[in-house]
């Protein structure tokens, strides 16, 4: 009697890019409708939020987000 045996194929794990304007810059011509792009306080309030690095989808995600926000929760003092 023999048996066989099945591989099962691995998910592999989202890799984590850094979080920087120009990977912020793609994700906004990616998600945000054409022509439209992430204005700097937005930005930074992306890069404060996510940290240093972050998956694609987080960054997208994101992005997307950021944009529907009211601005007083986007903006800091600091800027």
């Known amino acids: 009697m023999t ?9 592999k794990q989202p890799r984590k890019v ?4 120009s990977n912020l810059k793609r994700s906004a011509a990616r998600v945000l409708p054409s022509g ?3 204005v700097s306080t937005e ?3 992306v890069q404060r939020t ?4 972050a998956t694609e ?7 997307a987000a950021v944009r529907k926000m009211p601005w007083a929760s986007i903006v ?3 800027e």
């Open 3 to 11: 048996t066989s045996t099945v591989k099962i194929p691995r998910m």
């Open 18 to 21: 850094m979080v920087s304007l």
């Open 36 to 38: 439209q792009t992430l």
């Open 43 to 45: 930005m930074f309030y």
């Open 50 to 53: 996510l940290g240093g690095s």
């Open 57 to 63: 989808q987080q960054i997208d995600d994101s992005v």
């Open 76 to 78: 800091t003092g600091d």
